[in-house]
Structure formats: C-alpha cells, structure tokens
C-alpha cells in the first residue's frame, strides 16, 4: 500500500476503517451521479471497535481494507464524520473529512468547516435514536421528483415493493438550517429508515453504512422506474401480500446475504480501480 494511504497516527484503527469506508461512499454516490456540487451530506458514527458480521450472516471477506465495518458506538459514540464543506465529492479523502459532535461542533484542528444545513437533521438523529449509525441526503433529479408528488413513493415496481411499510413524509420547511426541525424531522421518521422529505429529497436511515448505502439504491432505482412509467398512464398495483412478501425476501434486509455489505464491497473495488485516492 503506499505510504500516501497508510493511517495517520492521529487516528484510531477503528476510526481510520470508518474514514475509509465514507470517503468511498462519496467516491461512490459521485460515480452514480448522486452529487450534488459541493452540497448534500453522508455521515456516519465514528466506532469504538469493529464488531463481526449479524449471527448466521455468511459474508465473504473482502480484499484487504475492501468491504464495510458494522459500525457500532464505542469509544466515540457522540462523535460523526461528514464531508468538508466546500469540497466536491471526488475531492473528500479519509483524512479530510470532518468529525463534529452530535451539535455540530467540530472536533479537532480541521481545516474545512461543514455545512450548517448538513447536520440539523442529521444530529438530531444520531444523537436520538441509538442505531442510527448512518444518515444519507441526496438530491437526484428521480428522488425529488418523487418527493414533489403528491403521491410520493408508488410501490407499483420491483424497487418499490421492497420499501413497501418502510417509508415516511416530512412537509417541507424551507432549508434545513433550523436547529428545531431536526426534532420534527425524527418525529415524521417514526422509526422508519426512509423518510422522504416533501419538496426536497430523501433521507436514509442506516444501521450501517452499507445498510444505508443498499436502501439509498432502492428508493433511487425506484423512483427512477416510476418517473419513467409516469407517461404510460395509470399503473399496475402490485397486491399488498405480495408486497409484504418482497420486504421480507429482499436481500438488501438479509443479514444472510451481508445485508448490504457485499454490494458496498464490490462497489468500493470498482472505485479503487478508478481512483483510489479515497484512501488518503
């Protein structure tokens, strides 16, 4: 490995692995298009430790430093990792990403700030619901087009049917800089992991980041699909049983199957063919 990627002495194993994993993921959503300028945020739990994979998950080991961690609370539970403020996501490496509080007070001599607008929702969160280790904001052209519906997420595809129950609405509010919407946000979630932002866009709610990362796949393939069949006029419903059933069977839930971890794996080594200047 060059010397360029090695982990700085400053941080932790477990936190350097959490670094990795999140610069990847901005790597990866701008590879998918999901950029959005220097705008939109990832943020993800800084860990204690590493913990194995769920009881009876048959994950492959990735390649070395490949794959996701399972991030659990540690040593810094109220600690959280987001994109420097001014950098376009092919520009955030490991090092450079910025650690902030549940508050949004920026933790050690960084030299980016973060975007005020990034962590109102995104603390209030973290800083509530225990699990949550990773939260996800996109603005994709499908998303929000959904999200600008009156009907909102259709689960009339393939995509959909495997978010069927898992979705909630936000009203829009204007842009999220207000410290009191974070709390009205958490409470429109209602415990789901996918909450849809009216007007506005998505947020995902990740018991990991490879979680997060599958779900944020789903809800965009599915609005994709949608917005695509709009034209074809009205559309074929899928029967409630059925839909059930496709949540239940969905690998992107299956800790059997990684629940998300292998697709972030094979991801993150396409990237690392690309440009694996993620890593510094």
């Given at each position: 490995m060059p010397d360029a990627f090695l982990k700085p002495a400053r941080f932790s194993d477990a936190e350097w692995h959490a670094r990795v994993q999140l610069a990847a993921c901005y790597r990866i959503f701008a590879h998918l298009g999901w950029a959005e300028l220097i705008y939109n945020h990832i943020s993800l739990r800084v860990p204690g430790q590493k913990q194995p994979p769920l009881p009876g998950a048959s994950h492959r080991s990735p390649p070395e430093g490949g794959g996701s961690s399972w991030e659990r609370p540690g040593d810094?539970?109220?600690?959280?990792?987001?994109?420097?403020?001014?950098?376009?996501?092919?520009?955030?490496?490991?090092?450079?990403?910025?650690?902030?509080?549940?508050?949004?007070?920026?933790?050690?001599?960084?030299?980016?700030?973060?975007?005020p607008a990034g962590f109102t929702f995104h603390g209030a969160i973290h800083a509530t619901l225990p699990d949550a280790h990773c939260v996800m904001h996109v603005h994709t052209t499908p998303t929000m087009a959904v999200c600008c519906s009156e009907e909102g997420l259709s689960y009339t595809n393939f995509y959909a049917a495997q978010l069927y129950g898992q979705v909630a609405y936000h009203d829009f509010e204007g842009i999220?800089?207000?410290?009191?919407?974070?709390?009205?946000?958490?409470?429109?979630?209602?415990?789901?992991?996918?909450?849809?932002?009216?007007?506005?866009?998505?947020?995902?709610?990740?018991?990991?980041?490879?979680?997060?990362?599958?779900?944020?796949?789903?809800?965009?393939?599915?609005?994709?699909?949608?917005?695509?069949?709009?034209?074809?006029?009205?559309?074929?419903?899928?029967?409630?049983?059925?839909?059930?059933?496709?949540?239940?069977?969905?690998?992107?839930?299956?800790?059997?199957?990684?629940?998300?971890?292998?697709?972030?794996?094979?991801?993150?080594?396409?990237?690392?063919?690309?440009?694996?200047?993620?890593?510094?």
């Open positions: 810094e539970p109220d600690h959280f990792l987001i994109n420097p403020f001014g950098l376009h996501y092919t520009e955030v490496t490991a090092s450079n990403l910025v650690k902030v509080d549940v508050d949004g007070n920026i933790i050690g001599n960084d030299d980016w700030p973060i975007n999220t800089v207000h410290r009191d919407e974070g709390a009205r946000v958490l409470a429109s979630a209602g415990g789901k992991r996918v909450l849809l932002l009216r007007n506005h866009g998505p947020v995902i709610i990740g018991h990991t980041l490879a979680q997060a990362f599958s779900l944020m796949w789903l809800v965009q393939r599915a609005s994709e699909i949608q917005v695509a069949s709009a034209p074809l006029g009205k559309l074929r419903q899928i029967p409630v049983p059925v839909l059930e059933g496709c949540v239940r069977d969905s690998l992107n839930f299956n800790p059997k199957f990684g629940a998300g971890e292998d697709s972030f794996a094979a991801m993150q080594r396409l990237i690392d063919r690309i440009d694996p200047g993620y890593r510094a």
